[in-house]
């Protein structure tokens, strides 16, 4: 069972989420939030238990859900945030996924879909809605540029690990496909994140693109 506690500013679809992820047998719905401050409020409530995930809106008053995913990494970095929003603004996926979010998608996302990437980010899967996706690469060029020579850092076993990290699969998948142990990807992962200096599977992904190791034709 998957607890989640669902943020979004529209009463109509706090409860329309409610509804349609509650006839999912392996989700439980914990509470439903009106802003980043109600979440965070709830999270510092020692009476309730914590979720695995937030679907968390990203434009709300109050605290937004940029400055939310900071606090939750901060004080509660075992939760997974999965971005459900209406905005494919260049800034707001780049600047989610850099303060910490797992994944972004867009509300118009079928309901599997949905289901299925609720389930995958609670793995360690990412997920990065594909009319987004595209723009990634373009916006992290222009940004602060990463390890000097990053791919001749990474092995080419760790460099296909890594196009694995970033289509999404998980540790026992990539296991599979490689024919590695989980245990070993495991180690190789950890030996990424160190080389590429980053503390997760999308930063990791999104560290990839932008020093060129990865190309998006390839995810």
Same mark, same amino acid.
């Given at each position: 069972?998957?607890? $989640? ?16 992820? @509650?006839?999912? !047998?392996?989700?439980?719905? $914990?509470?439903?939030? #009106? ?5 965070? %409020?709830?999270?510092?409530?020692? &009476?309730?238990?914590?979720? !695995? ?46 303060? @910490?979010?797992? +994944?972004?998608?867009?509300?118009? =996302?079928?309901?599997? !879909? ?5 389930? +995958? =980010?609670?793995?360690?899967? =990412?997920?990065? &809605? ?12 222009? *940004? ?14 760790? !460099? ?9 699969? #998980?540790?026992?998948? $990539? ?7 989980? +245990? ?7 030996? $990424? ?7 997760? *599977? ?9 020093? +060129?190791?990865?190309?998006?034709? %390839?995810?």
């Amino acid at each position: 069972m998957i607890d $989640i506690i669902i943020c979004d500013d529209q009463d109509i679809v706090r409860e329309g989420l409610a509804t349609i992820l @509650g006839t999912e !047998q392996t989700i439980h719905i $914990i509470s439903t939030a #009106s802003d980043g401050q109600d979440l965070l %409020d709830q999270l510092r409530d020692h &009476d309730r238990s914590l979720p !695995q995930l937030i679907l968390l809106d990203l434009k709300m008053p109050i605290l937004n859900g940029i400055q939310a995913v900071r606090e939750i990494r901060k004080y509660w970095p075992q939760i997974k945030v999965l971005i459900l929003t209406t905005y494919a603004d260049d800034e707001w996926v780049i600047d989610s996924l850099k303060a @910490g979010a797992s +994944g972004y998608l867009l509300k118009d =996302t079928p309901k599997n !879909q949905l289901i299925d990437a609720i389930k +995958g =980010t609670v793995s360690g899967d =990412t997920y990065v &809605d594909p009319s987004v996706a595209g723009k990634l690469l373009p916006m992290l060029k222009q *940004r602060q540029q990463g390890p000097a020579n990053a791919q001749k850092l990474l092995s080419k076993r760790e !460099q296909e690990i890594l196009l694995c990290i970033a289509k999404g699969l #998980s540790n026992s998948e $990539i296991g599979q496909r490689l024919c590695l142990s989980s +245990g070993t990807v495991r180690n190789y992962t950890s030996a $990424i994140f160190s080389k590429l200096e980053v503390s997760d *599977r999308t930063e990791a992904a999104i560290a990839g693109l932008r020093e +060129g190791i990865i190309y998006l034709d %390839d995810i």
